[in-house]
Each structure stands twice: as C-alpha cells, then as structure tokens.
C-alpha cells in the first residue's frame, strides 16, 4: 500500500510539474480508464462525424466547394486514426474500440446525430460545431498525456481551416439573395443550442471533471468554456449580418447570455434517442462490415512480408 501511495504521489508531482504522462510511465487505473473513455470518444466523433458532411460532397453547388468538402472529411478520417492510435498506447485494441462503438457502448459527441437538411448546414457545422471544437481542444494540446496532447497539435491545425471555411460558406451565403440568407440564418437558428450542449453539462452536474483537471487531462470547466466560446460566435455572428437564437449582452457580468439548454433533450439524445443516432450507427457498422475484406488482405499482406524478412537465408 506505502509502494502504491509513493508511486501516486510521485505521478501528481509530474503532472503539477508539467512533465508528459508516457505510455511505458506509471499510470493510476484511474487515469488509464479515463483516457481511454475520453480519447476513444473523441476517435469516434471524428469518424461519425464524417457521415452529416459526406452526405452533401455529391450535391455540392460547385466543384470548388466539392474538393473542398472531400478534403474536410479526409481531415476528419485522419483525426480519428490519430486519436484510435492514442488510445491503443494505453493497452486498448483499435478492434474492441470499434465494437464497443458499434455495440452502442461507447458514446460519441450527440452534435452528429442531427440531420444536415441544407448546404447552408455545412457552413454552420464548419464555423459553429468546428468552432466549438477547437474552443475546446486548444487545451488538449497542453493535456498531461503525451501521445494525446502531440496527437491534437496536428488536429488543431486542421480545424481552424474547417472553421474558416465553413464562416466562408455562411459568408457567400449571407451577400447571397434571400432565400440564400433565411437558408443561413434558420441553420445557425437549428445548429445554435445543439452546438453549446457539446461542451457538456453544466459543471454541477459533471461527474468527470474535478478529477481531469487535477491530472491535468483537461485544463478549464464546461461552463468556462462554453461562455467564452459564446462571447466569441456573439461578436462573429456580426459579420455575417445575422443574429444567434436568445443571445444579449449582459453588462453587468460582461458577457453575453445565452438562455436556457434542454439538458434532458442532450441526455436523450447522448442515450441513443437523437434524430440520427440508429442512422449514423448502422452506417458505420454498414461501413465496417464492407470493408473487412480490406483489413483482411492488409494483414495478409502484412504478416507475408514479415515472415519474408524472418525467414533465414537459403
């Protein structure tokens, strides 16, 4: 038990000492098991993530927005294998990720269970939800645990295009005719709340936090970073000549407010009862399944040269 005590002890003084947590360091369970739910959750976002957007890359108005839609959902399979191969430095393998996702088990960001019904949806989806993103992934650049905060320099990188280039699309859209215009703004309208809920509940009712800001896992609390991503999208929206649903600056605290949340609407949706969830789950279990054969010949093929290389020369 001492031995245990000593070996936390010397694990907090490295994180308060701003010393990387690595895979072959000492780790409290604790913390493993929280890395793992954070980091594959994460993985997941990004994969399912895919699926709002990919289904506006063929119906595109134009081929310059269409390459640039490929190119965001590229970006966003490649952040999910960096994040899959985050979590499986903490012993966890990339196939019971993906079967607990499949399963239902494991959870991914309740923003992606709703529809994109106009192409005005991939501009806010770029400069709201992306926005929201980065408001909240900056810190995880400065996360205790190594592979995860290098991991999220590179994805950090890449969101900032994907948010200027969905505010460029909401941009057009606003200098655009009317009906471009009230297409923009019902958007923002729909995408407003569902985009403040992806911060999680309020601090009061967050069970993970106190613990994640000591490891340093994560550095400011929901609500933190929620109003400030308010004050932000609050001064933005003006550019575009539009407004955000139920925001009005507060003088006295020196912030906007925001107005109430549906949390019970949030907890429904993250249990699975979303406008999408049963859609965006047996497309990725659809999407699994048809390319087995693909994993197959890559380990085939995989284990062919090795024993090639481990064979003694004749």
Not at 121 to 145: E, F, H, K, P
Not at 288 to 302: F, I, K, M, N, P
């Amino acid at each position: 038990m001492s031995q245990n005590i000593d070996f936390q002890t010397r694990f907090q003084a490295k994180i308060d000492a701003e010393i990387k947590i690595e895979p072959k360091d000492w780790m409290p369970e604790a913390y493993r098991k929280t890395l793992i739910r954070q980091i594959s959750q994460h993985a997941h976002s990004e994969i399912v993530g895919m699926l709002p957007e990919g289904n506006w890359i063929t119906r595109a108005p134009s081929l310059r927005r269409k390459v640039a839609l490929l190119a965001k959902v590229q970006d966003e399979a490649g952040h999910g294998l960096y994040l899959y191969s985050a979590a499986e430095t903490l012993g966890v393998s990339r196939e019971q990720l993906l079967d607990d996702l499949h399963s239902g088990k494991a959870k991914y960001s309740s923003i992606f269970n709703y529809p994109t019904l106009t192409w005005a949806d991939i501009g806010t989806i770029g400069w709201l939800v992306d926005g929201a993103a980065i408001m909240n992934q900056v810190m995880l650049c400065r996360a205790s645990y190594g592979p995860y905060a290098r991991a999220m320099v590179r994805i950090c990188k890449e969101e900032s295009f994907h948010h200027r280039q969905g505010f460029e699309i909401l941009l057009t859209l606003s200098k655009g005719s009317e009906a471009q215009r009230k297409m923009a703004q019902e958007s923002i309208n729909r995408w407003w709340k569902p985009a403040l809920m992806m911060f999680g509940p309020p601090d009061s009712e967050s069970t993970n936090s106190e613990m994640s800001t000591k490891w340093k896992i994560k550095r400011e609390s929901n609500d933190e970073l929620r109003q400030r991503f308010v004050d932000v999208a609050a001064e933005q929206v003006t550019f575009l000549n539009m407004t955000l649903p139920d925001v009005v600056w507060n003088e006295e605290r020196g912030h906007f407010d925001f107005g109430e949340l549906d949390w019970e609407h949030f907890w429904s949706v993250v249990k699975g009862n979303g406008p999408c969830n049963k859609q965006r789950l047996a497309a990725r279990v659809k999407a699994h399944e048809e390319g087995a054969w693909v994993r197959e010949a890559a380990l085939a093929y995989a284990e062919k040269r090795k024993n090639r290389t481990e064979a003694p020369p004749q």
